[in-house]
Protein backbone atom coordinates (compact mmCIF):
# COMPACT_ATOMS: atom_id res chain seq x y z
CA UNK A 1 0.00 0.00 0.00
CA UNK A 2 1.19 3.49 -0.66
CA UNK A 3 -0.23 6.72 0.35
CA UNK A 4 -0.79 10.04 -1.66
CA UNK A 5 -1.52 13.42 -1.21
CA UNK A 6 -4.95 14.58 -2.04
CA UNK A 7 -4.03 16.37 -4.84
CA UNK A 8 -2.43 13.74 -6.32
CA UNK A 9 -5.55 11.59 -6.42
CA UNK A 10 -7.13 14.68 -7.70
CA UNK A 11 -4.97 14.90 -10.29
CA UNK A 12 -5.58 10.97 -10.92
CA UNK A 13 -9.22 11.11 -11.02
CA UNK A 14 -9.38 13.77 -13.36
CA UNK A 15 -7.17 12.48 -15.60
CA UNK A 16 -8.83 8.72 -15.16
CA UNK A 17 -11.18 7.71 -18.17
CA UNK A 18 -14.10 6.14 -15.37
CA UNK A 19 -13.84 4.13 -12.37
CA UNK A 20 -15.41 1.10 -10.97
CA UNK A 21 -17.14 1.17 -7.42
CA UNK A 22 -17.08 -2.13 -5.38
CA UNK A 23 -20.41 -3.20 -7.13
CA UNK A 24 -19.03 -2.90 -10.36
CA UNK A 25 -20.59 0.19 -11.32
CA UNK A 26 -18.53 2.38 -13.77
CA UNK A 27 -18.68 6.05 -14.00
CA UNK A 28 -17.03 8.70 -14.82
CA UNK A 29 -15.37 10.87 -11.39
CA UNK A 30 -17.27 14.61 -10.95
CA UNK A 31 -14.12 16.47 -9.58
CA UNK A 32 -14.33 20.23 -8.36
CA UNK A 33 -11.15 22.46 -7.16
CA UNK A 34 -9.33 21.69 -4.09
CA UNK A 35 -9.50 24.94 -2.05
CA UNK A 36 -7.73 23.28 1.16
CA UNK A 37 -10.96 24.02 3.45
CA UNK A 38 -11.93 20.78 5.53
CA UNK A 39 -15.58 20.91 4.00
CA UNK A 40 -14.78 21.45 -0.18
CA UNK A 41 -16.60 18.82 -1.76
CA UNK A 42 -13.92 18.03 -4.28
CA UNK A 43 -15.40 14.78 -5.62
CA UNK A 44 -18.88 13.49 -6.32
CA UNK A 45 -19.77 9.80 -7.75
CA UNK A 46 -23.53 9.19 -8.96
CA UNK A 47 -24.57 5.80 -9.83
CA UNK A 48 -27.93 3.17 -10.43
CA UNK A 49 -26.99 -0.16 -9.71
CA UNK A 50 -28.56 -3.32 -11.65
CA UNK A 51 -31.40 -3.43 -9.12
CA UNK A 52 -31.99 0.32 -9.76
CA UNK A 53 -30.90 1.49 -6.27
CA UNK A 54 -29.36 5.19 -6.87
CA UNK A 55 -26.36 5.96 -5.29
CA UNK A 56 -24.75 9.81 -4.41
CA UNK A 57 -21.75 9.72 -2.62
CA UNK A 58 -19.63 12.70 -1.99
CA UNK A 59 -15.70 13.39 -0.74
CA UNK A 60 -14.81 16.42 1.16
CA UNK A 61 -11.52 17.09 1.71
CA UNK A 62 -10.92 16.91 5.32
CA UNK A 63 -11.20 12.76 5.56
CA UNK A 64 -8.52 12.30 2.13
CA UNK A 65 -5.72 14.79 2.93
CA UNK A 66 -4.08 10.71 1.94
CA UNK A 67 -5.48 8.43 0.38
CA UNK A 68 -4.13 4.89 -0.08
CA UNK A 69 -3.76 3.39 -3.36
CA UNK A 70 -3.15 -0.48 -4.20
CA UNK A 71 -2.55 -1.48 -7.65
CA UNK A 72 -5.08 0.75 -9.26
CA UNK A 73 -7.31 0.80 -6.16
CA UNK A 74 -7.53 3.98 -4.86
CA UNK A 75 -9.18 4.00 -1.26
CA UNK A 76 -11.17 6.82 -0.35
CA UNK A 77 -13.20 8.68 2.52
CA UNK A 78 -16.67 9.61 2.04
CA UNK A 79 -18.17 12.52 3.54
CA UNK A 80 -20.01 10.17 6.22
CA UNK A 81 -16.92 8.68 6.92
CA UNK A 82 -17.45 5.29 4.93
CA UNK A 83 -14.44 3.57 2.96
CA UNK A 84 -15.04 3.58 -0.85
CA UNK A 85 -12.63 1.66 -2.91
CA UNK A 86 -12.41 2.77 -6.51
CA UNK A 87 -10.60 1.00 -9.51
CA UNK A 88 -9.28 3.58 -11.79
CA UNK A 89 -9.46 2.79 -14.87
CA UNK A 90 -6.78 4.49 -17.03
CA UNK A 91 -6.82 5.40 -21.00
CA UNK A 92 -4.77 3.36 -23.21
CA UNK A 93 -1.81 4.41 -24.62
CA UNK A 94 -1.66 4.78 -28.74
CA UNK A 95 1.15 2.97 -30.32
Known sequence: MKLITLKEAAEILENCSAVVTEDHSVMYPDTADLTGEDDNEWL????????????????????????????????????????????????????
Request: aromatic content about 12%; cysteine-free.
Open 44 to 95: YLSWTDSDFNEFNVRFVEKNNREVAVVGGSMFLQDSEGEQVHLTILVPAKPD
